[in-house]
């Protein structure tokens, strides 16, 4: 037996009847198909259905498997408790899969109730598994789960995972589904979850359309900066999803395709068209062909940030070498520099100098590279897999100066905020830091000072560079 049922499932509650009042029959095209992979689930009628959500307990570094006896879970939290379900949790292939997982150092947790009372959590089915799952209990009901939250971990490495699921699935003969819950962009419409993005739109058109095509080259190569602006949470769901399609040529039929309320829903089937080879040795070269150009283009100051944190994080030890590409100015001039890290459009590590430390831009480069990658006390160290989806900043900074409230502009300069010893820093030109009382409020907040209290208050500017 193996893997007999792929699908892509959007998850928003407001689908649920009890949830929507009457919403719902806004995305009634999203309903009709999830109907209709619910029928198709029930004729294969599986011992196992596997769903990869983005709503469970979630570790920053390590894919999580609910390991229990049974999950259960509701929408008490969407105003709709009464809507319930308790599943059995197939622990034998859960066990597969993180013992696999593990032999081949893929991250990976157990995630049981002894591991997540550690979080002060528990064990619980979340809604990116209940609204697929309420849709399949319609017609059937005689299966057990694997339940599975994606981490922010290499795309590699989730595409690995999903090869181990499908040999754990094939190994144990276990007749299986599986479901990538996901919902594409939040980014739509103004009136959405977030802000509106063009790219919201050209993220779900392209990932939708590689889908469809059954190019996992393409899926991989979409754009990180398109990726960052959708904001969506399908595409690692599907990562995975696809490393179980490894060594198969399948197509994507998608069933339907909505966003009225700013959100992208998409429901897709896929199909297996035959067999093929692993690809996987093909996707490691592309994302090295991709890295070596991305350097070779890179601006100098971002490069050496992020060739020296990959050398540290490789080797142990920064760079000992100044490379060729290093400019005279880096090289001559002594300016303070702060080196900020990006995933995802969040902010994964910032370490810089109010005034020059070493002898050179180079040097500070080096030093705060490291600085922001391993000893940014808001953040876990920088693991090396991570690095292909960080995005590096050097921000060079002049002297700063002494000013008054009036003299600041969020946009144009940096503040630096000082009283009794204590001191709070912010760069400028920050997303949705577009007002000088905001920026102060940060700066101060950050540097433990009340705002009553008498401060200082030095502006600067700075030249940004970002890859």
Do not use: W
């Amino acid at each position: 037996m193996s893997i007999n049922g792929f699908y892509l499932s959007p998850h928003p509650p407001i689908i649920i009847p009890e949830v929507g009042r009457g919403e719902e029959n806004k995305i009634a095209d999203t309903i009709n198909s999830l109907n209709e992979v619910s029928k198709d689930i029930a004729k294969k009628s599986p011992d196992t259905i596997i769903v990869i959500t983005p709503h469970g307990t979630m570790f920053r570094d390590a894919v999580a498997l609910t390991f229990c006896d049974s999950v259960s879970g509701s929408f008490k939290d969407f105003g709709a408790g009464s809507v319930s379900m308790k599943l059995s949790i197939d622990k034998e292939l859960t066990d597969k899969i993180y013992q696999t997982s593990i032999s081949q150092k893929i991250p990976v947790v157990m995630a049981d109730n002894s591991l997540l009372s550690r979080y002060h959590r528990s064990t619980v089915l979340d809604h990116g598994a209940i609204v697929p799952l309420y849709f399949v209990n319609k017609n059937y009901t005689n299966y057990r789960l694997v339940h599975i939250t994606y981490a922010p971990i290499d795309d590699i490495e989730l595409y690995k995972f999903g090869m181990i699921i499908s040999k754990s699935v094939d190994e144990l003969g276990r007749n299986a589904v599986f479901i990538a819950s996901g919902d594409l962009s939040h980014r739509l419409k103004e009136e959405g979850p977030y802000s509106y993005s063009p790219n919201g739109e050209k993220f779900d058109r392209e990932f939708l359309n590689d889908l469809k095509k059954g190019s996992v080259e393409d899926t991989f190569s979409i754009d990180k900066s398109v990726i960052q602006d959708a904001g969506e949470c399908a595409r690692r769901s599907v990562l995975i999803l696809l490393g179980a399609f490894d060594g198969k040529k399948f197509k994507g039929n998608l069933l339907s395709y909505e966003g009225p309320f700013g959100v992208g829903y998409g429901v897709m089937k896929f199909d297996v068209t035959s067999k093929g080879t692993s690809i996987l040795e093909i996707l490691e070269k592309n994302r090295k062909h991709r890295y070596e150009e991305k350097l070779n283009s890179m601006d100098p100051y971002v490069r050496l940030a992020r060739e020296n944190l990959t050398n540290y994080l490789t080797t142990g030890k920064p760079i000992s070498k100044l490379p060729d590409y290093v400019t005279h100015e880096m090289k001559n001039s002594k300016r303070a520099v702060f080196v900020s890290l990006k995933k995802y459009g969040e902010l994964r590590g910032c370490i810089g100098t109010l005034l020059p430390t070493a002898n050179s831009v180079a040097e500070e480069i080096i030093r705060n590279s490291i600085e922001a990658g391993i000893n940014d006390p808001r953040f876990i160290q920088v693991n090396k897999s991570e690095l292909t989806d960080i995005i590096f900043s050097v921000d060079v900074l002049t002297t700063p100066e002494i000013c008054t409230k009036k003299d600041l502009s969020p946009k144009k300069y940096g503040v630096i905020v000082e009283s009794k010893g204590k001191t709070g820093v912010l760069l400028p030109d920050l997303e949705g830091v577009d007002t000088v009382d905001k920026q102060l409020s940060i700066a101060l907040k950050k540097g433990n000072i009340n705002p009553h209290e008498k401060y200082t208050i030095e502006r600067f500017k700075v030249v940004r560079h970002i890859e």
